[in-house]
């Protein structure tokens, strides 16, 4: 069974430019997370959807990041405009339920982000 | 002060050794205690899952809870160089939505053969 897969593995991209990441979480999974670790910090939550609907955004950051997830499949996380301290890796997860041990989150390896 | 303290090492063992780590957290609320184990360039990986306070055993890994204190750790047994990776502990609360999870910076471990 493939495991949560993110795209790009690693993007370089200048300030001011625009970076989509994409998330295909594992098949049947209805819940998606985005987290994202930036230097020397801790990994932070960003959002949660359950299938498409945005069931906990509270960690996204500002407005210039817009998360979506159409049809309840995959998951794309748009980064405009991409600012310095955006720099970091964007780990997507999913799990099978919202809550507990059937709640277990399975990680992608991660979108690196470098914004010069 | 952060939700959850974790020393970000690294520790340095031989082989064989136990491999003590731990973490502190404030939010008397967190309910749910995980260790995920992270190599490098990847995604974390759960290790051991526990929500109530003692000894939880698997394999050569225990994890420990003690919410009186704030404190929980991870001990690995017989370590092998294989073992060498970021380990991380993550924590929820039982109100938050979904798996919304806390983590800590993470403890870099080396296991030298």
């Known amino acids: 069974e493939a495991g949560v897969t993110q795209f790009p593995s690693h993007s370089v991209i200048e300030k001011g430019q625009t970076v989509t990441l994409r998330c295909d979480p594992i098949s049947g999974h209805d819940n998606l997370y985005w987290y994202r670790r930036v230097m020397g910090k801790e990994i932070k939550f960003l959002l949660h959807?359950?299938?498409?609907?945005?069931?906990?955004e509270s960690g996204m950051p500002n407005n210039r990041f817009l998360a979506e997830r159409t049809g309840g499949t995959y998951s794309t996380l748009k980064v405009q405009p991409a600012e310095l301290e955006d720099s970091g890796v964007y780990f997507c997860a999913s799990s099978l339920r919202g809550f507990g041990m059937a709640g277990e989150l399975f990680f992608g390896e991660g979108s690196r982000l470098t914004v010069l | 002060q952060k939700e959850v303290e974790q020393d970000p090492g690294p520790l340095s063992v031989p082989e064989g050794a136990i491999v003590s780590l731990n973490c502190t957290y404030s939010?008397?609320?967190?309910?749910?205690f995980m260790w995920y184990r992270q190599y490098s360039r990847k995604g974390p990986e759960l290790l051991m899952y526990?929500?109530?306070?003692g000894n939880k055993e698997d394999g050569r890994f225990t994890a420990q809870v003690d919410k009186s204190s704030k404190y929980i750790s991870l001990f690995i047994r017989d370590s092998q160089p294989s073992d060498s990776a970021t380990y991380l502990c993550?924590?929820?609360?039982?109100?938050?939505?979904?798996?919304?999870?806390?983590f800590g910076g993470g403890t870099r471990v080396l296991v030298k053969p």
């Open positions: 526990t929500y109530s306070s």
């Open positions: 959807f359950v299938k498409e609907s945005k069931q906990d």
């Open positions: 993550a924590i929820s609360s039982a109100k938050a939505a979904g798996n919304k999870l806390t």
């Open positions: 939010n008397s609320a967190f309910q749910y």
